[in-house]
């Protein structure tokens, strides 16, 4: 009898776990779809169309890409479910085409700890 009063208890926690994981895999979807199109925009090739490209099995009305100026932003919704809570549950992932700003130089620590810069000679 209290197995029964559950079931809808239940559906919903299942719903929502399928909406959580579902919103996780379009977060990566969106990550990889974004650096795609960045390096597409590096080689003079289409963002939108690297985009979809890396989203295999995904509805393109799912996903926009916005790009400006070295920049591409990429959404997706998640597929299935509600479609309300699908569309609150949009990622985004932003990626960078060149150089965002001027870059300088430093110094970089090994695995080891030690400064991976060549020695320099003590003579001057």
Sequence with gaps: MELVALMPLLGVVAAVVFHLLAAGTAGEAAGHAAHSAAAAMLQDRD??????????GWPSDHVRVERSAGRVEVSVRPRGGLEALARRLTARAVAHAGPVGPVSPGVFLGGDGVSSDPPRSRNR
Aim: glycine share 0%.
């Design 47 to 56: 963002p939108q169309a690297a985009a979809l490209a890396a989203l295999p």
